[in-house]
């Protein structure tokens, strides 16, 4: 079950909200072209009864209780925020998603 | 005695809850070397005299009360992907530089706790991604053996602060061999405990499968002792181990007579120069004579390991880097619109490596490749661990090789990405599998230019998941009988005086 | 118009897809308080505002609530579940991806049975239920109606992010607009009698989209749909698929073709306008979460919460239907407050199977015990005083002609007021009707003799005399003599001469 067609940088870029020149576009294709051929290594792997590892530590229902805590304050919350109007984080148009 | 910044974590405590020296007085002794030593080296991206002094009165307090901290006016340095609160916090990175964490992560909360004094944030590769700290978009950071030379990464000025006695400890994170390679590039002690062991709470995530904080120590006494402190279940991770911590330092032995000591038949150093060979087969013969037996255990599967890597930690940094978006915080480019912007913002604020990382782990996880590339390395990453299970029904620690050369010079490998990945080659299966692992200095080779200097090796130690104390044993036991750079500083420390 | 002749070719095929946020104290993964109308952005922490390093914990109670919703349905409950990550950027989404589940919901199937308006029965299964987090929310400026098409900015408020969402996802077994809000009726009380959910449409605590399609009557194949969104009501969920099923038959009688898209649905003008022009293929790169470790629903664990299920809407319909007569709109008049009918049914239950005895109870609920909550402004179980116990004594007393139906109401008004044993108030101030003959005798006989006038008045023939007189044995008798008996009494008398 080979991969095949290979890498469109310009797409996952696009997904990945990753502006990029046409300079890096072309070096990165050609750079990561290269890493999807050593990986291509894995498809020689017979894995067909084997259980995928999404996590090593054997650990289920990791649950906290149903209790509050005290949040930050306002000025702690967006003391970080690039632009704000009043007591909100502030954004430029939002136009409908296109991917 | 040795100067105080020369001083042992171990040392520093006990002198500071003795009250035979001040927690102020430690600490301006490292601040008094860090000012001498720092336009060198270059290890920190920022200070943080203030919050430390506070910290050093605190403790003098604490102490002169009748207290005794574990860990008594430590100077300590933080890695930079480590959110303390009031501190500018950027994990290497453009997109963050500025940014002033509102908490502190749990495991720099405990050194805090245990008295350490925070002396600076330690320089790192970007995002923690990479294998020679020149990815991070900050700072330069040199090896204090050869500043020609890069420290190695990502937490490269973690090791190059305490090999340059900037700080007897610090914090580092290890993802696919962030802790070790650069522990044995700088010829200091470098831990990554079994996954789950630390707390990742306030720890930038780069792939939150893998990562794991670990203590930097000149000594793995040091090592031990830090690692208790930080070590130990956290109800704000949900991947903490809640079983309790078996302690290290009264387990600490200075032989290794019932241990048997597996060599990987796949792990063969020849490739790696006759100089460097001939060096981890003393250090095998060391462990030998020291008592252990030593045995032939094989990882099949671990030439898949960069493979099973390089899909699985950038597939989950894709989307742990996708918070750094210009709304909340950090960096913002502004455009016509939020999608414009998150694309500007994105461009300027991440580095090439951590740019190559979010395609390649974008790629990973998009709609028909995920089962090809995600789910199949998943897979593999099964069958690594299944190795490891099989190698310890006949050893009780592996003994490997910490990277595959010593500290390179800067730009040697910046190139070619894949070149650079394979410095991890040594570290990344014992990553996927989650297993605690400890590089410790094992002698020095010289770099072949003529006035050459020379230049750390580190071995790379391995136990079974939860057998931390089996593991700072053993490497307690080697160092002592070795002393590679107990008694030895980095040339750095004559050179700048 | 052909529009008779169409009616009778197509069907509708009806999906619903709720979120409804979940009843904590605390939000899904972070210790921030769950609440409704704080100010903006207050309720944020490190976890919910995605600050660099933060962690998510589940909320166990989030999770018990999805379980139990399952359980009220008849679902299955798989033994395992996950959480995974859904990516993609928005910018009231704090960490630019949500964690849902994808593959392995905490819910499978299951069916939602509701009555319609004239008590005749339906049903709807269920797809899954699934546990997720809600997003921030955002206000979009500059377009004067608060749409985001024509704005120029937007502002968000991240209170919201983070807050426990579950999403419904029902077959699409639907098959008229009167269905859909039978079913979604039933979904909403389903979840309060659980005490899971608010549900308030009105604050955004219950969002349903539906997905609308037609077919010719008859065809086992779909159409293609439209998703129905910006529906803030049950009135505007019926009014906005009515509109779309009108518009798809108009388009298939004009011959044209319905296309896959998403619309909204306009409140002010009536109908359903194109959002998306075409559907866009999502990549939403859903991968399992690794900060989080997956769940195991123990059997002990599902039967416990099983165990605290307690009574659902439908079963509640049934029983007041059957065990108390009432019609339909009785029923509807009741079923919306859940303290109520388990108020009336634990009443009923003092009873089994007395039908007369359950009528009365839920008379008197539905009447005077109702007009007097209202009147004090309090729910049924926001009082102590008139109990279960209380309703049942002075339903009884009634029944068996004990008291006069204006003793009933005066004594539930006293319980009301002050509590106690309807019976006991009785017994202990004489209140019980008088249904002696002999003890009304002499009540008649004297009031005969003092009401002349009325005693001449009735035998000249005036019919109506006998009420005055009736109403003198009453005000003698302080309102405890049975009016039938008195009346035949008055009557025997003034017929003898």
Partial sequence: MSSGSGIDVRYVARLARLDLTEEEATLYQRQLDRLLEHVESLQRLDVGRVAPTAQVVPLTNVLRDDVTCPSLDRAQAMAGAPAREGAFFRVSRIIEEQE | MSALYQRSATQIAAAVNAREVSAVEVLGAHMARIERVEPSIGAFLSLTADLAREQARRVDEAVAAGKRLPLAGVPVAVKDNMCLQGTVTTAGSKILAGWVAPYTATAVARLLEAGCLPVGKANLDEFAMGSSCENSALGVTRNPWDTDRVPGGSSGGSVAAVAAGEAALATASDTGGSIREPAAFCGVVGMKPTYGRISRYGLIAFASSLDQIGPIARTVEDAAA?????????????????????????????????????????????????????????????LAALGAEIVDVALPHAEYGLATYYLIAPAEASSNLARFDGVRYGLRVDGANVQEMYGKTRAAGFGPEVKRRILIGTYALSSGYYDAYYVRAQKART?????????????????????????????????????????????????????????????????????????PLGLQLVAPLYEEARLFAAAHAYEQATRYTLDRQPPVVESVR | MSGTMVEQTYEAVIGIECHVELKTA?????????????????????????????????????????????????????????????????????????????????????????????????????????????????THMGSGDGRIAGSTHSLVDFNRAGVPLMEVVSEPELRSAEDAVAFLEY???????????????????????????????????????????????????????????????????????????????????????????????????????????????????????????????????????????????????????????????????????????????????????????????????????????????????????????????????????????????????????????????????????????????????????????????????KGKANPQLAESLLRERLKQP
Avoid at chain 3, 209 to 238: H, L, Q, Y
Avoid at chain 3, 276 to 300: C, G, N
Wanted: hydrophobic share 40%.
């Fill in chain 3, 187 to 477: 979904l909403r009380l389903t979840f309060l009698y659980l005490g899971i959910s608010d549900v308030k449409m009105e604050e955004g605590s219950l969002r349903c989209d539906a997905n609308v399609s037609i077919r010719p009557v008859g065809s086992t194949e779909f159409g293609t749909k439209t998703e129905i969104k910006n529906m803030n009501s049950f009135r505007s969920v019926w009014r906005a698929i009515q509109s779309e099923i009108e518009r798809q038959r108009s388009v298939l009688a004009e011959g044209g073709r319905v296309a896959q898209e998403t619309r909204g649905w306009d409140e002010a003008n009536g109908i359903t306008h194109s959002m998306r022009s075409k559907e866009q293929a999502h990549d939403y790169r859903y991968f399992p979460d690794p900060d989080l470790v997956p769940l195991t629903l123990e059997a002990a664990w599902v039967e416990d919460l099983r165990a605290k299920t307690g009574l659902i809407p439908i079963a509640a319909y049934e029983r007041l239907e059957r065990a108390c007569g009432l019609a339909p709109a009785q029923i509807r008049q009741l079923l919306g407050d859940p303290a109520l009918v388990r108020f009336l049914l634990q009443t009923v239950d003092m009873r089994p199977d007395d039908v007369a005895f359950a009528q009365a109870a839920a008379n008197w609920l539905l009447g005077d015990v109702l007009r007097m909550l209202n009147e004090r402004g309090v729910s049924i179980d926001g009082q102590r005083t008139l109990t279960a116990q209380a309703l049942a004594e002075c339903a009884e007393l009634a029944m068996a002609g004990a008291i006069t139906s204006k003793t009933a109401k005066e004594l539930l008004e006293r319980v009301m007021a002050e509590g106690g044993s309807p019976k006991e108030i009785v017994a202990r101030e004489g209140l019980a009707q008088l249904s002696d003959p002999s003890m009304i005798a002499g009540i008649v006989d004297q009031v005969m003799a003092a009401n002349a006038k009325s005693v001449a008045d009735f035998q000249a023939g005036k019919e109506n005399a006998i009420k005055a007189l009736v109403g003198q044995v009453m005000k003698v008798s």
């Fill in chain 2, 383 to 455: 069958l690594t661990a299944g190795d490891f299970e099989r190698a310890f029904a006949a050893c009780d620690l592996i003994a490997c090789p910490a990277a595959s050369s010593p500290a390179f010079e800067f730009g040697a490998k910046s190139d070619d990405p894949v070149s650079m990945y394979l410095m991890d080659y040594y570290t990344i299966p014992m990553s996927l599998a989650g297993l605690p692992a400890l590089s410790v200095p094992c002698g020095f080779v010289r770099d072949g230019s003529p006035g050459g200097r020379e230049l």
């Fill in chain 2, 226 to 286: 830090m690692y208790g402190v930080m070590a130990g279940h956290d109800p704000m991770d949900a991947t903490s181990l809640p079983r309790p911590v078996e302690p290290t330092l009264p387990a600490l032995r200075t032989d290794l007579r019932g241990l048997r000591v597996g060599l990987v038949r796949e792990f063969d150093t020849k490739d790696l120069g006759e100089e460097i060979d001939a060096a981890y087969r003393r250090a095998y013969a060391q």
């Fill in chain 3, 26 to 138: 605390s939000k899904m993964f972070c210790g921030c308080r769950n609440e409704f109308g704080g100010e903006p952005n207050t309720q944020l922490c490190p976890v919910c505002l995605a600050l660099p390093g933060a962690l998510p914990v589940p909320n166990r109670v989030a999770v018990e609530h999805v379980v139990r919703a399952g359980l009220a349905c008849g679902a299955a409950i798989p033994s395992f579940s996950k959480f995974d990550r859904k990516n993609y950027f928005y910018p009231d989404m704090p960490k630019d991806y949500q964690i849902s589940q994808f593959d392995m919901p905490l819910v499978s199937g299951g069916v939602v049975r509701f009555r319609r308006e004239d008590g005749s029965e339906g049903s709807c299964r269920l797809t899954r239920i699934h546990l997720e987090e809600d997003t921030g929310k955002s």
